[in-house]
């Protein structure tokens, strides 16, 4: 659910087993506030580089030069590998079921049904204030 604030950013509200927390989206950053009034901030630099990462979960995975990768699509029963990996950027896409993302977080949301605050929060990738 997505409301406006007064400045007209959206904000979107989530309920965690813990604690309530607020998520404030912005055209430049991401940041949330939790019950007990601390901040935190996505801090995009503290993700893994796609070439540390897609190793260690995607089976079969090749690279083909410096910035492309293939493996198998873990979205899909695959027997041969259709699963293409930028190494530079982290986006995939799977040439076979279609299914594709823009960068390890989204690869993260996609293979574990999680929303974007656990991704972030299984990255490590919060800069708290």
């Known amino acids: ?3 406006k604030n007064k400045k007209g950013l959206g904000t979107i509200n989530t309920q965690s087993l813990k ?3 607020q998520v404030h989206v ?3 950053r991401l940041s949330t506030r939790l019950s007990n009034e601390k901040q935190r901030r996505f801090n995009r630099n503290k993700l893994p580089k796609p070439l540390e990462y897609y190793p260690r979960v995607l089976r079969e995975f090749r690279q083909r ?3 492309q990768a293939i493996a198998l699509c873990p979205f899909h029963s695959d027997k041969k590998p259709s699963l293409s990996v930028d190494l530079i950027r982290g986006a995939f896409f799977c040439f076979s079921c279609r299914k594709g993302g823009g960068g390890l977080i989204d690869f993260y949301i996609l293979t574990t049904g999680r929303d974007f605050v656990k991704a972030v929060d299984y990255f ?3 800069d708290h204030e």
Do not use: D, I, L, Q
């Open 19 to 21: 604690n309530h927390t």
């Open 1 to 3: 659910m997505m409301s």
């Open 124 to 126: 490590e990738a919060w």
């Open 26 to 28: 912005t055209s430049k």
């Open 65 to 67: 030069n410096n910035n």
